[in-house]
């Protein structure tokens, strides 16, 4: 039986996600709005930092991916967040 999956292990794999245009990874970019681990299930809430983020879909199939290669996960759901009008 495989270790619980944790916060931490989910944002280290997310450090290997790195924004194209930035060029830092997500994590230090501060994508990362929300988290819930349920088991063998992560779903996460990003802020990218544009509604129109041409990079999107790649940047969201990468954090798929990552995540998808820790031990214990089964399956990923990644979601972006609204962006709030100031």
Not at 33 to 41: A, G, K, S, V
Not at 52 to 80: F, H, S
């Amino acid at each position: 039986m495989s270790q619980p999956v944790t916060e931490a292990m989910v944002y280290d794999a997310l450090k290997q996600v790195v924004d194209p245009e930035l060029r830092h990874n997500i994590v230090e970019l501060g994508f990362i709005q929300d988290m819930d681990i349920i088991d063998d299930y992560v779903h996460l809430e990003i802020q990218l930092t544009t509604p129109t983020c041409p990079y999107a879909d790649k940047i969201m199939e990468q954090i798929r991916l990552a995540v998808q290669g820790i031990e214990g996960v089964n399956r990923v759901e990644v979601e972006r967040a609204c962006m709030r009008a100031s």
